[in-house]
């Protein structure tokens, strides 16, 4: 208390201390608490002089255990520290458990859905580790089975493959092969192996690649087959081929080039068009053709002679047409030429004798003409001159049978009439001779004839002449060709005609002008009737001239109207030709083809 007191008091004095206890620090003997002192004095505010500490109460397990506390709490910071570096390194542990096990599935879905075929061996036992499902669809076997095997069993060349596999173990980088290796079933299997080896967990091993090449080993057989297949064409082939590249630089030619021209391929291969010169084409033409290639346009039939070493001339015939790739890029040319060397000597003598010909032509054209005049001259004075003495018979029997029919008897005057007839067909018959002769030398016209028309003017004027008939006729409306119209009326007037004249005797005469298209898609006309026919024996007589089928007494006619229809017809490219049955019709059939039609001046 004493010791309080001075201290309260502001004593500046050492202190007695009294020894603590067992278990009791000093400052807890010396540490007074100074609030009830203060009560006393009136200075709670005061502070114990000297920066004394005071305080009344008893000491803590903390201030007891002080360092224990920290040395604990120092092991709990470490072992904390411990934990979460643990946690760390199992987290860490497990994401890349993860990645590996996602790196390995993704390798195993690579492994097993690549299109060839993969296996992993041991380097030293050759024993398979590991299989795609390629390798096992490409040997037939099953996994376990597999997996059992060598990888030396695959190969239909065991010591090969044991030497491959040297050789790889032996060289830093893989190796590329073509070998034969055996399925399952004992077939062969042309594969291309690709193989490295490597080192894993201590264990060498090799990786094999094997590509089924069975349909590239075919393409290429049938590459080089149909490649020696074209050089067989080309060596045999009368014409040559040839290629050029994009910078039309020459780059192929076959063996007939070298025949043909007598110049050696290397001498104008890499060269290009400009670089080879004129050959002796025209120089305009040679322009044209470089300018054709420049263009890149496909050109045909450019024909320009050369010169063979030994002198000859050869005339070749090029075509060429433009290459490009899939992109539209121009690749260069290829092409063919022809030796066309006899077909232009061939030409120049055609076309020499062409000349000849046309001048032969004119004047064998002349001396027709001469003839053709001459023939119409005599043909004028042949008619007059028989037509005199004709008329004169006709007329003096004529007059006989008027001033002395009376003294003459019964026979006499038939004689006279016969006489009569026999004059006037005789009339008749040079007149048709006549009219024949003018048709075969009259020029054609080419004129769009309807001959429907025509048919239906013929068959009105047969009606007029005989209105006692009754005919049912028949024309096919538009009925038209190109030809001459004033020769196909003679044709409608003798073939309608005739079927006019021989159904004179039935009962329900019937004539039809009509057309149909055979085969070919030609249009073939017919007049068909169902008069008296005739017998097909004698149809080959009916288009010839003075030729006829039935007497003079049954039926009228002189036997020149169907001739003068067949050279009509002929004259107009066309065919006539006729069916009948006695008593049952006849039908006469005709076409009309191309017109040479020599136009007539108006």
């Known amino acids: 208390g004493e010791i309080a007191l001075r201290a309260l008091r502001g004593a500046d004095e050492a202190l007695a201390v009294a020894l603590a206890p067992p278990g009791v620090r000093s400052e807890q003997v010396v540490a007074v608490r100074f609030d009830a002192a203060s009560e006393h004095s009136g200075s709670a505010s005061a502070a114990p002089p000297g920066g004394n500490a005071a305080s009344d109460e008893p000491p803590g397990v903390l201030d007891q255990n002080r360092l224990l506390v920290v040395a604990t709490l120092l092991v709990l910071g470490v072992l904390t520290a411990l934990v979460l570096a643990l946690s760390l390194a199992i987290l860490r542990r497990k994401r890349a458990e993860a990645q590996l096990r996602d790196s390995e599935e993704k390798y195993r879905q690579i492994f097993n859905t690549e299109s060839d075929a993969i296996i992993v061996f041991d380097a030293e036992t050759q024993n398979i580790l590991d299989a795609n499902e390629a390798a096992l669809r490409l040997y037939g076997y099953g996994r376990e089975e597999f997996l059992r095997l060598k990888s030396t069993d695959l190969s239909a060349e065991p010591e090969r493959s044991r030497a491959f596999i040297r050789q790889v173990r032996g060289a830093k980088f893989g190796r590329v092969s073509l070998r034969r290796h055996r399925a399952r079933d004992g077939r062969e299997i042309p594969v291309e192996l690709a193989m490295s080896a490597f080192t894993l967990k201590d264990r060498a091993v090799c990786v094999a690649v094997m590509r089924d090449i069975t349909d590239r080993l075919q393409i290429e057989d049938e590459l080089r087959l149909s490649e020696t297949r074209f050089r067989d064409f080309a060596a045999s082939a009368s014409d040559f081929y040839w290629e050029m590249d994009a910078q ?355």
Not at 402 to 416: F, I, K, M, P, V
Not at 547 to 574: D, F, K, M, P
């Open 248 to 602: 039309l630089r020459f780059s192929f030619f076959s063996e007939r080039f070298t025949e043909i021209t007598g110049v050696p391929q290397s001498a104008l291969l890499g060269r290009t068009r400009e670089e080879t010169g004129n050959p002796g084409a025209d120089d305009a033409a040679w322009r044209g053709h470089l300018a054709t290639l420049a263009a890149h346009r496909p050109f045909r039939n450019f024909v320009h002679p050369r010169t063979r070493p030994d002198g000859a001339v050869v005339y070749v015939a090029v075509n060429g047409q433009p290459v490009f790739d899939a992109d539209g890029n121009f690749t260069g040319y290829r092409g063919t030429a022809a030796d066309i060397t006899e077909a232009k000597r061939a030409e120049d003598e055609l076309n020499t004798y062409r000349y000849h010909l046309e001048e032969l032509v004119a004047a064998r054209t002349a001396a027709l003409e001469a003839a053709n005049r001459e023939l119409e001259s005599f043909s004028y004075s042949v008619s007059h001159d028989l037509r005199s003495p004709l008329r004169a018979i006709d007329g003096f029997s004529h007059a006989v049978l008027d001033d002395y029919g009376e003294a003459l008897d019964e026979r006499a005057r038939s004689y006279l009439g016969r006489v009569r007839a026999a004059s006037q067909r005789m009339g008749q018959l040079i007149d048709g001779l006549l009219e024949l002769s003018r048709l075969t030398r009259r020029t054609l016209r080419a004129d769009e004839v309807d001959l429907s028309a025509l048919a239906r003017e013929v068959t009105a004027a047969l009606a007029e002449g005989e209105p006692a008939r009754s005919v049912e006729v028949s024309v096919a409306p538009g009925l038209s060709c190109q030809g001459d119209r004033r020769l196909l009326r003679v044709v409608l007037e003798n073939l309608l005609g005739n079927a006019w004249k021989y159904t004179a005797h039935c009962e329900k005469a019937r004539v039809e002008f009509d057309r149909r298209f055979d085969e070919h898609g030609n249009a073939v006309y017919f007049v068909r009737d169902n008069g008296v026919g005739f017998d097909m024996r004698y149809v080959h007589k009916l288009f010839g001239e003075f030729q006829r089928l039935h007497g003079h007494g049954e039926y009228s006619g002189t036997g020149i109207g169907l001739a003068t229809v067949a050279r009509i017809v002929r004259r107009h490219g066309g065919e006539v030709w006729a069916e009948a049955v006695p008593d049952e019709g006849a039908t006469f059939h005709f076409t009309l083809g191309v017109v040479l039609v020599a136009q007539v001046p108006a």
